[in-house]
């Protein structure tokens, strides 16, 4: 079977054990639950089945949970805003290279997106901090052939038992191998609507993913993860520097995918937005930042990945809700929608 075939396999079963999933949890719905909340499709009960309200079993707030995937044991941390009700939107944000899933979420200020936008987040651990992201990047996650994919697939579909989610809402953000990371589900899976990234770049062959709304935020100063594509530098002894394609280059391939036309680019300040509007209401958004380097704008500074080259954080824009809210704009076509 060829690559885009193994691939488009691989999104069909996972596109079809999530809408499983979300059934057996749309079954003890009430109808009305749809209306309260984020926007979401009415709730029916099959015939012959009574409908009863649902508890979430993710409670409200931080919480934290184990997931199995063959064999191995995964951490995924959670935050629900009080009063989310109906179908809910899912944001899954991954971690870079050293951190983990506690640390994306007292650093870049999720759970206040969430309370604001009416979110489910989840944030991941990778494994020895690190994802295996395609490429030879990054860490012991790509060392040992840890199966990320798989991992990711299956909290997402644990997280539709566990709670209505809303199939049409679910999205996934990163940063620098988080992001990667996120390239390579939107990729190699069609779980979700929209992906947003920053500080990374895409590592695998990506000729055959499912159309996806995109936006990319990338310091045109990064040292690690270079704005041209060249060599970055390593951001630890004893690893490979990456070496992916030109950042505007990723952007035209999701436009090529998106059947999107030519962007139109604006600049404010050290801000350089290019926007593609494309069918089904999907778009293509890179979002420069002069002078910028590795780093995710408006979080907390991390010292220690200062010392190992990260960048301060910019002031620039708020990357978090920059990206929150063009998932808001963008959530999933309705089936039959052209394009969709």
């Known amino acids: 079977m060829s690559m885009i075939g193994r691939l488009r396999s691989r999104r069909t079963s996972a596109l079809t054990t999530l809408a499983a999933a979300i059934m057996a949890s749309l ?167 929209a992906v947003g990234v920053d500080s990374t770049t895409m590592l695998v062959e990506c000729s055959g993913a499912a159309p996806a709304s995109v936006l990319h935020i990338h310091g045109s100063a990064d040292p690690i993860i270079r704005y041209d594509g060249a060599p970055g530098r390593s951001y630890s002894p004893g690893s490979a520097p990456i070496d992916g394609p030109p950042v505007p280059d990723v952007a035209a391939a999701w436009r090529t995918t998106d059947d999107c036309p030519a962007p139109q680019t604006s600049s404010t300040g050290d801000v350089t937005t290019s926007t593609a509007q494309c069918p089904a209401g999907r778009a293509v958004e890179l979002i420069t930042i002069a002078g910028a380097g590795h780093q995710w704008p408006g979080g907390q500074p991390n010292p220690r990945a200062e010392v190992l080259g990260a960048g301060t954080p910019s002031t620039a824009l708020d990357a978090t809700r920059t990206i929150s809210e063009f998932f808001a704009s963008h959530p999933r076509s309705p089936a039959g929608t052209p394009g969709g």
């Not at 009305?32 to 984020?38: H, I, N, R, Y």
């Not at 987040?121 to 990054?138: H, L």
């Open 27 to 193: 079954v003890g719905c009430t109808p009305g639950d749809a209306t309260a909340g984020s926007p979401g499709p009415a709730t029916v009960a099959p015939p012959g089945v009574t409908a009863t309200p649902t508890v979430a079993a993710i409670p409200t707030g931080r919480s934290t949970q184990t997931i199995d995937v063959s064999g191995e044991s995964r951490m995924v941390h959670l935050y629900r805003p009080t009063g989310l009700t109906g179908s809910a939107p899912l944001v899954v944000m991954l971690h870079g290279g050293y951190g983990d899933g506690t640390q994306a979420e007292n650093a870049y200020h999720w759970d206040a997106a969430a309370d604001r936008g009416d979110f489910i987040v989840a944030f991941p651990d990778g494994t020895d901090r690190s994802w295996n992201a395609g490429g030879g990047c990054c860490g012991p996650a790509s060392r040992t052939g840890v199966d990320d994919v798989a991992f990711l697939t299956e909290m997402v579909t644990t997280l539709g038992r566990e709670t209505t989610l809303d199939p049409d809402r679910i999205f996934i953000s990163g940063v620098s191998n988080g992001g990667a990371m996120a390239y390579r589900m939107a990729c190699e899976t069609d779980l979700f609507a």
